[in-house]
């Protein structure tokens, strides 16, 4: 089996919905980040990591070069979106302290559950994200700013494509990456998604 981890700009209304009886979580942090980040970013951490821990669909068993890929994982939780909420300043040094100490813990409870065998980076520019956020016109989102998707897609570059980010395993350092030109809106172009998906298709072969 193999797997993949797929990252693009932030979309958490799963995350949102999942938090209904609780009040919208999603809309909480965007509103008062300094006081929720922490709160909602456990939160996320803990529904990846339940969902990469699901045991393999019965009906894939069979597949003999079955491959799941994941929108998002517990490794972009912390090196995208936790970290950059440090960085902010809407985690604050202790919050960001414990954070770190009970994520690096329990991914080395269940390494052998969470191995990712490689990366696939949807990369567009921070306009294109905030034109694409205002075309889905989520209630949460509606007030995003672009400053903040710079700051997630330096997030990206520097993880993904610099390699500065100090990960908390070595092993993550050598995890091969695809990087997609996304910029495009290849929503309505066949060829487009054709040319992707081959690209999708050749990196996951040669994991």
């Not at 690096?104 to 905030?130: I, M, R």
């Not at 998707?149 to 610099?162: K, R, V």
Request: aromatic share 12%; with cysteine.
């Amino acid at each position: 089996m193999r797997s993949a981890d797929s990252e693009g700009s932030p979309s958490k209304a799963t995350l949102a919905c999942a938090t209904q009886s609780l009040g919208n979580l999603l809309d909480m942090l965007y509103r008062e980040p300094a006081r929720w980040s922490y709160t909602f970013q456990t939160f996320s951490f803990l529904s990846r990591l339940k969902v990469q821990l699901e045991s393999f669909p019965e009906k894939y068993l069979q597949t003999t070069k079955a491959v799941q890929i994941f929108e998002r994982s517990v490794y972009s939780d912390r090196y995208i979106f936790a970290k950059n909420l440090f960085e902010n300043g809407s985690l604050t040094d202790i919050e960001w302290h414990i954070y770190q100490d009970w994520h690096s813990f329990l991914l080395q409870e269940f390494a052998t559950q969470l191995k990712l065998h490689g990366f696939v980076y949807l990369q567009a520019t921070p306009q294109v994200c905030l034109k694409r956020l205002h075309k889905r016109a989520r209630q949460e989102e509606k007030g995003i700013e672009l400053e903040y998707l710079e700051q997630l897609h330096d997030q990206h570059e520097a993880w993904l494509i610099h390699r500065t980010t100090k990960p908390h395993s070595e092993s993550l350092l050598n995890t091969p990456v695809l990087v997609l030109d996304v910029n495009d809106d290849f929503s309505e172009e066949v060829t487009r998604q054709e040319e992707l998906m081959k690209k999708v298709n050749t990196f996951v072969k040669n994991l």
